[in-house]
């Protein structure tokens, strides 16, 4: 290993003093990596469309309610019928369930199904509390105290399900952590087979997971923003894998200055002069993308717009300001024990292999890989993106779904969350006729303890008992009959919401929020590679070559999801989310490509240009996308169907994007069309040495 020359002490104190700086905020905002949960909230207030018939609906009922009360649904089941034994435990715990200290209602008899004799009983517990986990677990604990033997008793309902959620979110900031470092810590040891370096990098991507965190933990905890455990396993993923991409390109360029016989210091300098541009304007890319939920009209999306451009903007600081500082301190020795030797460049075999295909076939080479993704992308019709039940939501077995299960097969699904409609007082009879559509079990108008129907401000609220699963595509069809019914009563002005009626309307506006900001992400986009590239032509098919590779990956995902994971559905946002992710990160790769191809193009040409910018740029791009695909595939150590889906799509997109689209569609697309490609800049007038 060759040694530095002595430098001056004084060039070493910008690097020292930068590391410092980095050491103490990541000892001051460390903890609050781990603290993000304490500030997000995992119920389905964190979901709502924020201008919706259910939202309008969830307002008015304060009136009718005296408490914030979310219900659970108790039920007890044995096959065969209900013994005497199992009614007098089911009376017990009727009153020991009254006297907790958060239940904000009266002592409510078991209710028997209608078999004989009857096979299952429930009850129903309203919850008061802070915490509805704690709440549920507290019934749980109650209800298993002298259960009879082989009488099933489950908690189930809004409050199970939610308490059901939040448990499988807990690994967020444990198990996903610790996955997404094992994970990056192993490529970087295979990609620089060296024990140091990969510590450096890790440690640039920890003290920008610290320092995002912090900002967000302040902007959750102020109410700022909205924060919940989907934002929150993304944030950490996109941090890890931002922060190596970056540390990648970085760190490559780094090497080739070392390898080209500068010291240390001028190699950093030499290095992050060549990168500061295309990181910087792919960690604005991204951060824009991602911003662009903003437009959305569901809290959850809103939310994750700026948690995720936080996550980036911390990735980026850190790799361009720590990991420099560190690089230059260590200098060769960061390559330990490899040997980084003065003045030898390095050329790879198999990016030279590319490159020579290429160019010898550049048409046929764009057209076969075009044609390829445009095949896959066929089977993006068979993606079933119209929503799951919420018990789907779960990729393990958990009570609240077995509940809900049980619940359907001995009474009217829905009995648990009916839907509520708020009318005008006036019209009660009128609305309590037109709510009996097909679908509703039992309508009755909201009473009091007398008996007397409550009105307030001139407004009933009736329960609508559905007879379906509350979460079901069934009962949506209801909310959607049961709406057009009761809208019609004239001057009833009525509205209908509820839980079913929640999820309708957040189906609705996903579909609303696809149709809105996917062309605004483009344009986003487009806009950004026209001012990196100087040009309209290479952007508009740098960007057209990502949504091709985009259609592609769903396609796959649609036939893998349907014939290998055997999922119930997607999640809408699945398609929203994995656009943004997709284009967003995808066209990063080609930034770090053509940006490369840009600089060699002005002294050689834009064809020996293109192959020189494939062969310098082919391994630390493969590289980074194996990072960040392996990163994202990190999501599916946590048990929820729609971050498994993210994970599946965001890792496929990418590492298409990374071995299909970047190594072969756009290099051979721009060898084809040489300097046309920079139109209409002075670069595509412009004969350079090659004369191409």
């Not at 992308?377 to 779904?401: E, I, N, R």
């Not at 006729?433 to 007397?452: F, I, L, M, R, Y």
């Not at 799509?649 to 299909?660: K, Q, S």
């Amino acid at each position: 290993m060759a040694p530095d020359r002595p430098v001056p002490r004084l060039r070493w104190l910008v690097p020292a003093l930068l590391a410092l700086a980095w050491l103490a905020l990541g000892a001051f905002a460390g903890p609050f990596a781990g603290k993000l949960s304490e500030v997000a909230s995992n119920d389905g207030s964190a979901f709502l469309p924020s201008t919706a018939e259910s939202t309008e609906v969830n307002d008015l009922r304060a009136a009718f309610d005296q408490t914030d009360a979310t219900p659970a649904v108790v039920v007890a089941e044995r096959l065969g019928g209900l013994t005497d034994a199992d009614l007098a435990y089911l009376e017990t715990a009727s009153a020991a369930l009254a006297d907790l200290e958060f239940n904000a209602g009266p002592p409510i008899p078991p209710q028997l199904s209608a078999e004989t004799p009857p096979e299952a009983a429930q009850l129903v517990v309203l919850i008061d509390a802070e915490d509805d986990a704690a709440a549920v677990e507290e019934i749980r604990a109650v209800l298993e105290a002298e259960r009879p033997d082989g009488l099933d008793v489950l908690v189930t309902g809004q409050a199970a399900l939610g308490a059901d959620l939040g448990e499988a979110f807990a690994g967020v900031d444990g198990l996903l952590l610790l996955v997404a470092a094992a994970v990056v810590a192993v490529i970087l040891v295979l990609v620089y087979r060296s024990p140091l370096l990969p510590i450096l990098v890790l440690l640039s991507c920890g003290f920008a997971l610290a320092a995002a965190s912090a900002v967000v933990y302040a902007l959750a905890d102020a109410g700022a923003i909205d924060l919940n455990g989907q934002s929150q396993g993304i944030l950490f993923i996109l941090v890890f894998g931002a922060a190596t991409d970056y540390a990648l390109l970085l760190v490559a360029r780094f090497r080739e200055e070392l390898d080209a016989g500068a010291d240390r210091f001028t190699a950093v300098r030499r290095a992050l002069r060549a990168t500061i541009e295309p990181i910087a304007a792919s960690a604005g890319t991204v951060i824009l993308g991602v911003l662009c939920l903003l437009f959305s009209q569901l809290d959850s999306n809103r939310g994750l717009g700026p948690v995720a451009a936080i996550g980036i903007a911390a990735a980026f600081l850190a790799a361009v300001t720590f990991l420099p500082a560190v690089l230059a301190l260590f200098g060769r020795a960061a390559f330990w024990p490899r040997r980084v030797a003065k003045g030898r460049a390095r050329r790879s075999r198999l990016w030279s292999s590319v490159a020579g295909l290429v160019a010898r076939r550049p048409r046929a080479v764009w057209l076969t890989t075009a044609v390829g993704l445009l095949v896959a992308a066929a089977f993006m019709v068979q993606l079933k993106a119209d929503g799951t039940a919420q018990t789907d939501v779960f990729l393990t077995d958990v009570d609240s779904v077995a509940g809900q299960e049980v619940l359907a097969q001995h009474f009217p699904a829905g009995s648990g969350a009916p839907a509520l409609i708020i009318a005008d007082a006036d019209a009660l009879d009128a609305v309590l006729a037109a709510a009996e559509v097909d679908g509703v079990a039992e309508v009755a108008p909201k009473t009091d303890p007398s008996g007397q129907v409550v009105e307030a401000e001139g407004l009933v609220a009736i329960d609508a008992v559905l007879q379906d699963a509350p979460d079901s595509d069934a009962a949506m069809s209801t909310v959607e009959r049961l709406r057009d019914a009761v809208h019609a009563v004239d001057g009833a002005d009525a509205k209908v919401g509820g839980p079913t009626a929640i999820q309708l309307d957040t189906l609705e506006t996903s579909a609303r929020d696809r149709t809105v900001i996917i062309p605004i992400v483009l344009a986003v986009i487009l806009a950004v590679l026209m001012l990196l590239l100087r040009a309209v032509l290479a952007p508009l098919l740098l960007t057209a070559t990502v949504v091709l590779s985009f259609g592609a990956t769903m396609g796959v995902s649609a036939l893998v999801f349907n014939h290998l994971f055997g999922f119930p559905g997607a999640d809408p946002t699945v398609v929203l989310f994995g656009f943004v992710f997709l284009v967003a990160l995808g066209i990063d790769y080609n930034i770090f490509l053509m940006t490369r191809v840009r600089e060699e193009s002005t002294r050689i040409g834009t064809r020996a240009g293109t192959l020189r910018g494939l062969v310098a740029t082919g391994g630390v791009i493969t590289s980074a996308g194996v990072v960040l695909a392996a990163t994202f595939s990190a999501l599916a150590v946590l048990p929820i169907l729609f971050l498994a889906q993210i994970a599946f799509v965001v890792a496929f997109g990418v590492l298409l994007d990374t071995v299909i689209v970047r190594s072969l569609l756009v290099p051979a697309l721009a060898f084809d069309l040489g300097r046309t490609v920079w139109w209409p800049s002075r670069l595509s007038r412009v004969r350079a040495l090659s004369r191409k």
